[in-house]
């Protein structure tokens, strides 16, 4: 039995219809959700996941707060607090929270996620720091 050249393109393009279905189900089966996360939706959801930051009603001082208490902060880490305290002592603590642009790791979005949440406190002279 010989195949028309009609019936061959057929079978070989149902063939390969068949082929990417199961590619395209055994992904489908196979892949991670993807959660995709807001710079407005954020600071809510993780700010309420910690609980010092959720129970603080008053915004955190950055010239005064250690860098426990600065990993409470969404979007912050340990590598960012410490950015953030050797910031504080090398330029004598912060004047204006706008500052934290300055700081390698904040962008926009982490900036505008801790702008509510955080305060430069009483200013500071340029010698003076919160470390002994």
Request: hydrophobic share 45%; proline share 6%.
């Amino acid at each position: 039995m010989k195949l028309k050249r009609f019936e061959l393109l057929l079978l070989l393009f149902a063939a390969a219809a068949v082929l990417f279905t199961v590619g395209f189900l055994t992904g489908r089966l196979t892949a991670r959700t993807r959660v995709y996360v807001t710079a407005s939706s954020a600071a809510p959801a993780e700010r309420s996941a910690l609980p010092d930051a959720s129970a603080a009603s008053d915004p955190i001082d950055l010239n005064a707060a250690d860098e426990t208490t600065l990993m409470t902060l969404p979007g912050v880490g340990p590598e960012l607090a410490s950015a953030i305290v050797a910031y504080r002592t090398e330029h004598g603590g912060f004047r204006a929270v706008s500052e934290l642009m300055n700081i390698r790791g904040i962008g926009e979005t982490v900036y505008r996620a801790l702008l509510p949440l955080v305060t430069a406190g009483a200013s500071v002279s340029p010698g003076q720091t919160d470390h002994p």
